[in-house]
């Protein structure tokens, strides 16, 4: 009866083996997405064309940004090095056909989840990295103060092919003020026709706005009204049909968020592998098995957090340390205040 037992548990445990080995092999396998990453070495992002905290590159084209943040989880996570991404400049028009096609394989770009995009077909919104409402910029001599000062006639810049289009005409619509819209493709071609004064106000997402002034020729001249007139919960986006792919994106970005309430950072992440929680071991891959489920190795989530950090450190990094929006509202974690949530990591 013992020989029979220890044999039985021999079994088990070669089995357990064999389908863990098996189980991430297979996610691999249905990957083609994943299994194409692992090729090209690099994982393709689409992001913005220069937005000073989410995405914006400097004169030697280093991307830096929140939403950079989020490709770079992903390169940590599937190839072990978070410096393994290709950045694709896209405008707000063209960045859907590039997901789609296949140009891409992230679209990371302040980009709104609503219903009509997530049930397109084609589009997959995987959470929410920045919660944000579309506000309005004014000239401070102008001595407008609130939108209930908008008068009919006003002119007002934004980009085509957005929310921020739709929004701005169902705000005005809904007052009754007639007005005359001043689109462009390029976010810069909007910032810079309002900068030059051919229009009376500029409109888009509030952090948007606040980046954008930092590029104005004199910053302190402009003034964000106080009223915001619409929600805009901002995330990345993957193309349907590939789940395992999915779910990679989701939880690279859930880490990041996760390992914030837990406090583990980039610097104490080796340390917290000696932890009692179970919850902050397998975020540090010291237990569990978390990384097979998604055809990863078990370090996964470490590489993340070690060469990425938690979602307060590059919120602070990208955001809050260059004066654009320090003090961090909804993106505050829900154990806080704020509207950061997700699922937990077992």
């Not at 989020?70 to 190839?79: E, K």
């Not at 209930?148 to 701005?168: D, P, R, V, Y």
């Not at 619509?173 to 500029?202: H, L, M, Q, W």
């Amino acid at each position: 009866m013992k020989r029979t037992l220890k044999s039985l548990f021999s079994f088990l445990a070669v089995f357990a083996v064999v389908f863990s080995i098996g189980t991430e092999a297979m996610a691999a396998k249905k990957s083609k997405t994943l299994k194409n990453t692992i090729k090209k070495d690099t994982v393709r992002c689409g992001v913005s064309q220069g937005l000073p905290g989410f995405s914006n590159a400097d004169a030697s084209n280093n991307w830096t940004g929140v939403d950079v943040d989020v490709c770079r989880a992903v390169a940590a996570a599937v190839l072990g090095d978070a410096n393994k991404v290709t950045f694709y400049p896209l405008s707000a028009k063209e960045r859907f056909t590039a997901l789609t096609s296949g140009e891409i394989d992230i679209l990371s770009r302040n980009t709104t989840w609503t219903l009509s995009r997530d049930a397109d077909i084609g589009l997959t919104f995987v959470g929410v990295n920045f919660y944000d409402g579309q506000g309005f910029m004014v000239r401070k001599d102008s001595g407008i103060t609130s939108t209930s000062q908008f008068k009919s006639g006003i002119s007002a810049c934004t980009n085509i092919g957005t929310t921020t289009e739709l929004n701005m005409r169902d705000f005005f619509n809904s007052k009754g003020i007639s007005y005359e819209p001043v689109a462009f493709e390029k976010a810069d071609e909007v910032v810079a026709a309002y900068d030059a004064g051919r229009c009376d106000t500029y409109t888009t997402d509030k952090s948007g706005l606040a980046a954008q002034r930092t590029k104005m020729k004199d910053p302190d001249a402009h003034i964000v009204l106080p009223e915001t007139i619409s929600k805009e919960p901002l995330g990345p986006v993957v193309r349907q049909g590939d789940n395992v792919w999915e779910d990679i994106v989701r939880w690279s970005l859930n880490v990041m968020i996760e390992a914030e309430e837990y406090g583990i950072t980039s610097s104490n992440a080796s340390s917290m592998k000696s932890s009692e929680n179970p919850a902050i071991k397998r975020l540090v891959g010291s237990e569990g098995e978390l990384g097979a489920a998604l055809g990863l190795g078990n370090d996964w989530s470490y590489n993340i957090i070690t060469q990425v950090g938690n979602y307060g450190e590059s919120y602070k990094r990208n955001i809050a340390d260059p004066g654009i929006l320090p003090n961090r509202g909804p993106n505050q974690l829900w154990t806080k205040g704020g509207l950061l949530y997700v699922p937990p990591a077992r």
